[in-house]
């Protein structure tokens, strides 16, 4: 670095891309999700954790619901 450089009046500010980092999180997938995403990925070139977090993005701009309908019990 050369001398007339003096970054010591440089004042410190947060990072702007902070908030859109992302959070490593630890998910438990059926077997056959991932085979079904590992897949897709294969095709479209991307690593398959991308693919999920595309399609988890696409949910929530487009406000998707889960509509869970359990058994009636007897």
Same mark, same amino acid.
């Given at each position: 670095? =050369?001398?007339e450089?003096?970054?010591?009046?440089? =004042?410190? #500010?947060?990072? !702007?891309?902070?908030?859109?980092?992302?959070? !490593?999180?630890?998910? #438990?997938?059926?077997?056959?999700?991932?085979?079904?995403?590992?897949?897709?990925?294969?095709?479209?070139?991307? !690593?398959y @954790?991308?693919l999920?977090?595309?399609?988890?993005?696409?949910?929530?701009?487009? #406000? #998707?619901?889960? @509509?869970?309908?359990? !058994?009636?019990?007897?």
């Open positions: 670095m =050369k001398a450089y003096d970054l010591s009046k440089l =004042k410190a #500010r947060k990072n !702007p891309y902070a908030s859109k980092l992302k959070k !490593p999180v630890t998910m #438990r997938l059926s077997e056959d999700v991932v085979v079904y995403f590992k897949g897709m990925a294969d095709e479209a070139g991307v !690593p @954790q991308s999920i977090n595309l399609y988890l993005r696409d949910c929530l701009a487009n #406000r #998707r619901q889960v @509509q869970i309908a359990w !058994p009636k019990a007897a």
